[in-house]
């Protein structure tokens, strides 16, 4: 087993909802680089995408660290924000507690953690009300 | 690898006329060109021809390869397929028919319109999104800008083109066949000429994507075939009925054309290769996307934004349009269709082209990337295109590759020359002191 790891650092600004994808579209270009499988690289797009809409919209902005090894490419997803009150509620396919606002701008399907749990290979939520959301992905590479 | 072969490019940078500037190593999309020597170079395997330098190039140092009008005359049959942007770069063009009365004046035989082929490809297009097959969204196939950016930058999407020949392919196929059977000659006899907006399909013709056999045999400039064309308008004493087209066909010289024409509720119609880039990247991310049909074109405003064109995009975007309506109120002619589906169809599938990968070993490229990583944030981060490369990312990837050096960047070299200067102060003071001058009294 190798240790050799590349690691990045995003910051995710949540008052800024332009650059959403930012994050997603640098990732793929450095899993192109590394010639990354192709479907490997879909999965890491949508759940690395998914993950920063949720940081911008429900976590009021955040960092996302994204580190990537011989084996596998670990995603974490950290914000200061408002928490999720039931993590199992909020994993449903459907569930969204979306504003308005964001609704018009086309989310709000409650798709978002479903989807990032069906493209990844692990999946975990920390989080506390009042205190803030920690999501971790793992994609492996074989 | 035969690089020529393997990647033929319409796309070609006189020498004389290049400068040196960095205008079009900043607009290249694929990142595909660099200054070396004072003059700009093409790395072959990541253009796309979208001719997007052509457009930049302050010093027209930039062209497509085509073919001459004299060329067509190797041919014992002649037949020009004019693209419908052609339409968009006369003034006041009232009927199509004198263009194509002019196009047989230079000496073709025939016309057939790429407009005409454009609804056996709707048609087509139509019934294949009614079966429901296709991964959605589907993303048109007439533009090979397009196709080729997706070949090297969006592998996930590969699947999501419309399997289906362009219009102009479509155009070659039915004119060749017919003009077979008018003459009896045999189909090598025949050349069939696009005349073309498109530096891209001009690389097509000669490397289809999606159909092993070249169905053109040349491809002649819009800015060409408008010069010559120019002084005989007038001249013309008798204009044949030879446009077969219809309001829809024409209109798939602008942007929203091709969507329009297949009548579709859920489509999304983008145009400019940077706009096109922006909209794949949310295709390829997005799970959610309620979208059935993505018509891309790589120029702004469509094919009539084409490097080969002569005419203003907006103004020919304003021309097409008009004329577009003029032959709504005059009808739709009914389609008809002398290709069956197997010839529409691509008969070879088109594969992912990693043009990015920095080694085969994840390892070594792991390595690299550090590396990489490391040179990158020494950079000034200025993104200047001094140093030949379009981005500091950019050098500290060519560094990595072995293409290029840190001191490229100029501001490197300033930094090593101030070094260097330093290290000669130091050393002067550590001359023998034989060598020092003292001001000591002896
Ligand atoms: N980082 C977060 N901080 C706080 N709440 C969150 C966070 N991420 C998700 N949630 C909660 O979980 C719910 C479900 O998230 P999910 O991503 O599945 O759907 P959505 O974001 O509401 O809609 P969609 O992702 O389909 O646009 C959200 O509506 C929100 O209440
Ligand atoms: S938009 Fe039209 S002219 Fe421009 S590259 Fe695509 S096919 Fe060619
Ligand atoms: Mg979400």
Known sequence: MSEKAISLHYEIDGNNFTVAGQASSSIK??????????EVIRKVAISMYEGEINTIIHGKGGVADVTISSESIIIVFKDNGPGIPDIEKAMQSGFSTASDEARELGFGAGMGLPNMKKYSDNMTIESEVGKGTTVTLTVNLQ | MNSNQQYYHSVRLDTDKCKGCI???????TEAIRVRDGKAKIIKERCIDCGECIRSCPYQAKSAVTERLDDIFNYRYKIAIPAPTLYGQFNNLKDINLILTGLKYLGFDDVYEVAKATEI??????KLLKEGKLQRPVINSACPAVIRLITVRFPNLINNILPVISPMEAAAKVARKEAVRKTGLRPSEIGVFFISPCAAKATSVRSPLGTLAPLVDGVLSIKEVYLKLLPILGK????????????????????????????IEKYVAVDGIDNVVKLLEEVEDDEKLDVDFIEALGCTGGCVGGPLTVENTFVAKTKIKKLAETLKRKGQRPVVIPLSEEELRWDTPITYRNVLNLDDDILVAMQKMETMQDIYEKLPHLDCGSCGAPSCKALSEDIVRGYSTETDCIYKLREKVRELARQMVELEEEMPGSFKSDNREY
């Open chain 2, 236 to 263: 013309i004493e008798k204009v044949e009925d030879l446009s077969t087209c219809a309001f829809a066909g024409v209109r798939w010289a602008g942007a929203g054309g091709e969507a329009d024409a297949l009548g």
């Open chain 2, 121 to 126: 490809i709707t048609d087509y297009t139509k």
């Open chain 2, 23 to 29: 205008n079009c190593i900043k607009g290249c999309p």
């Open chain 1, 29 to 38: 270009k450095v899993l192109k680089q590394l010639g990354v499988a192709p």
